[in-house]
Nanobody, 116 residues
Framework: QVQLVESGGGLVQAGGSLRLSCAAS????????MGWYRQAPGKQRELVAT???????NYADSVKGRFTISRDNAKNTVSLQMNSLKPEDTAVYYC??????????WGKGTLVTVSS
């Protein structure tokens, strides 16, 4: 099992920045990818950004150029730097880890609220 704990959410004005962090613990060997997803009220959970062990990143079109994902493999942490935030970025952000064999683990989520 892998435990994921997010931190860094909060309330920010439009145009501001926040940094989310996620720490993985437990059986972290063979984690192949870590990333972030979000779920806004009344909407489905969607991908924000992922980063695999090879250093390849993937971003949702809506956040490209504004968000940056980074990972510390030695510490099993993944971070998401969010700049130029918009009200439509308001959501619960979930940390995700994928182990070899496509086994997914999820954090409990952290709320990001962007006021206009």
């Amino acid at each position: 099992q892998v435990q994921l704990v997010e931190s860094g959410g909060g309330l920010v004005q439009a145009g501001g920045s926040l940094r989310l962090s996620c720490a993985a613990s437990g059986s972290t060997f063979s984690i192949t990818s870590m990333g972030w997803y979000r779920q806004a009220p009344g909407k489905q959970r969607e991908l924000v950004a992922t980063l695999n062990s090879g250093g390849n990143s993937n971003y949702a079109d809506s956040v490209k150029g504004r968000f940056t994902i980074s990972r510390d493999n030695a510490k099993n942490t993944v971070s998401l730097q969010m700049n130029s935030l918009k009200p439509e970025d308001t959501a619960v952000y979930y940390c995700n880890a994928v182990k070899f064999g496509a086994v997914n683990y999820w954090g409990k989520g952290t709320l990001v609220t962007v006021s206009s």
